[in-house]
């Protein structure tokens, strides 16, 4: 089968045309399926004619659909096949995969960009596509609708554990037309089987504030939350008082490698490396009650030198050590806020893109959905395993635990 030879730059201004005239949301689908198909072929053609020296034999041969499922729709695309059945387009993820990750990446460009017509051309290899700053728009509410969903949505009332964290950025204060310092609080939730979620997120403007935790718990308690394990965050002001006023049976962790991290700002060189020696092997105790007094003698080894900080470790100690009370299987998963800085860190991506701030709290909190999706397709597909392991024992836990609240 011979094809016609593709021109790339003139199907690509039909499409661009095509998107400029667009005036429904359901175009953008159309849009995409397009060009992507078009892409394939294209590919296809170049592949073909590499193989004409080695495999003079090989030619094109029709096409199969496939699915792919993006932030907008499913698109439904017509993949060109070779007879040798050599060719695959790169474009495509895995066979088993129905969402593609990168293209939802692109499109988180195209909303905070708004990337021009002329702009597309050189943009190809990272998958854009055409659409008039109208679409744009549409797609834009079409993604901050998903987003509030995501905000509002209700809450399982038991879990076994809440990771909360603040990330501090700048966002553009549309009302006063000026960038501001803003906080980012987000809540990421493990339910009794291993299951990880959004649960919640936080724009407020400025640092974080006492307030503010007592606005976030109320939030999470209106949308069905009642009873939490463990809460794993940073050892923030006004955090421990807001955890005892509205989940007092709720334990709490602070983050144990910011402990050994801030080690090193605290103490000489030298005696951090010993106090962090320490922590590495205190972590694999399987006794709470010995781990801490061991904790306490290492403290007060060091408290003429440093009172202040070894005075802090002591008041705090029981709160960095709260994971060893769980079961072995769990405490990797609970002595750390890594998975809520994780996502922070997407989301830092997404800032840099805007060009260093978010050009509006929607634009921020569109960015928190796209990156959310991605996490969901990718890193929390599974329950972990750690847990759903434990997952018996942990309910029996919850259930002592919380006994009074269930007689």
């Known amino acids: 089968m011979e094809v016609k030879e593709i021109d790339l730059n003139a199907e690509i201004e039909k499409l661009i045309r095509e998107a400029q005239n667009s005036t429904s949301y359901e175009a953008l689908t159309f849009i995409a399926e397009q060009l992507l198909n078009l892409l394939m072929l294209k590919q296809r053609e170049l592949f073909l004619k590499q193989q004409k020296e080695q495999n003079p034999k090989n030619k094109a041969n029709g096409f199969y659909e496939r699915e792919l499922a993006c932030l907008f729709g499913l698109l439904n695309l017509n993949i060109p096949r070779d007879r040798e059945a050599l060719f695959r387009p790169s474009i495509l993820p895995d066979k088993w995969k ?114 503010d935790w007592l606005q976030i718990f109320n939030d999470l308690i209106n949308r069905g939350l009642k009873r939490i394990m463990i809460i794993v965050s940073d050892d923030f002001p006004g955090l421990d008082e807001a955890i005892k006023t509205l989940f007092p049976q709720t334990d709490h962790q602070l983050c144990y490698v910011h402990l050994q991290r801030n080690l090193f700002k605290n103490m000489a060189r030298k005696d951090a490396q010993e106090f962090n020696k320490f922590l590495k092997s205190l972590k694999y105790c399987n006794n709470f009650e010995e781990a801490l007094e061991k904790f306490k003698e290492k403290c007060e080894k060091f408290i003429k030198k440093y009172p202040g900080y070894m005075k802090y470790l002591l008041e705090k100690g029981e709160k960095y050590l709260v994971f060893l009370r769980y079961p072995e299987g769990v405490r990797k998963h609970i002595y750390t806020t890594n998975i ?54 942990l309910k029996q836990m919850f259930h002592l635990k919380f006994q009074t609240q269930f007689s």
Not at 152 to 166: E, R, T
Not at 167 to 184: F, G, M, P, S
Request: aromatic fraction near 12%; charge should be positive; hydrophobic fraction near 35%.
């Open 98 to 211: 129905k969402a593609d990750p990168k293209f939802n990446e692109f499109l988180l460009n195209l909303v905070f960009n708004s990337y021009s017509p002329n702009q597309i051309k050189s943009l190809l290899h990272k998958i854009n596509l055409p659409y008039s700053p109208e679409e744009i728009d549409k797609l834009k509410n079409h993604l901050y609708q998903k987003a509030l969903e995501l905000k509002n949505k209700d809450l399982p009332q038991n879990v076994f554990a809440i990771f909360i964290d603040a990330y501090h950025c700048q966002i553009k204060d549309e009302k006063l037309q000026r960038v501001r310092n803003a906080t980012i609080y987000t809540v990421i939730g493990i339910d009794l089987d291993g299951n990880k979620n959004l649960f919640g997120y936080y724009c407020l403007w400025g640092h974080e504030n006492k307030g």
């Open 340 to 393: 809520v800085e994780n996502f922070h860190s997407k989301l830092e991506v997404a800032r840099m893109r805007s060009g260093g701030y978010f050009q509006s709290v929607k634009t921020a909190e569109v960015s928190i959905y796209v990156v959310y999706e991605n996490m969901r397709d990718r890193n929390w597909r599974k329950p972990l395993p750690g847990v759903r392991h434990c997952s018996y024992e």
